[in-house]
């Protein structure tokens, strides 16, 4: 059964966000300080790879860069940042039906998108979610969501 009030018919802000984030993540997401450490790792949700998850790199010092990512088809990310303490936030979708376009009437319907996973995971101040990166060292950060509250 969905909850109504989770799902979001439609969702442009979702497209946007989606190709906000690999455009974020070409640009911040490229190490370009002296500090910069590499970090890869796999995202799953109760032992399932999420593909096209946003995984946003929050630091905790507000003057620090972020950077953003999007997984692969296994959950997989990789990025550069900064060797600071991060908040790791982490947003996904799926497409739970289709709705006609308001807009376009005519034209084809619009998908409708549900967040899957748990909202501790997508807010900056509730994430449990944190990593801090060495300078000089490739580092591996699996996050395991579960989704239980």
């Known amino acids: ?23 974020a993540a070409g640009i911040l997401g490229s190490g370009c300080g002296p500090s910069a450490t590499s970090l890869s790792g796999f995202v799953t949700l109760d032992g ?4 096209k ?12 860069h972020p950077a953003v990512v999007l997984t692969d088809s296994h959950g997989r990310y990789r990025v550069s940042l900064s060797a600071v303490p991060f908040r790791v936030v982490i947003q996904c979708q799926k497409v739970v039906g289709q709705m006609e376009n308001e807009f376009d009437p005519e034209g084809p319907p619009i998908d409708c998108y549900e967040d899957i996973i748990p909202r501790r995971y997508m807010n900056r101040d509730t994430t449990p979610l944190k990593v801090q990166p060495i300078f000089g060292q490739t580092a591996v950060a699996d996050f395991e969501l579960t989704s239980r509250e």
């Open 53 to 64: 998850a946003i995984v946003e790199f929050s630091p905790e010092d507000k003057n620090d």
């Open 48 to 51: 399932i790879p999420l593909e």
């Open 1 to 23: 059964m969905v909850r109504l009030s989770s799902i979001r018919c439609p969702l442009p802000r979702s497209r946007w966000l989606m190709g906000w984030a690999v455009i």
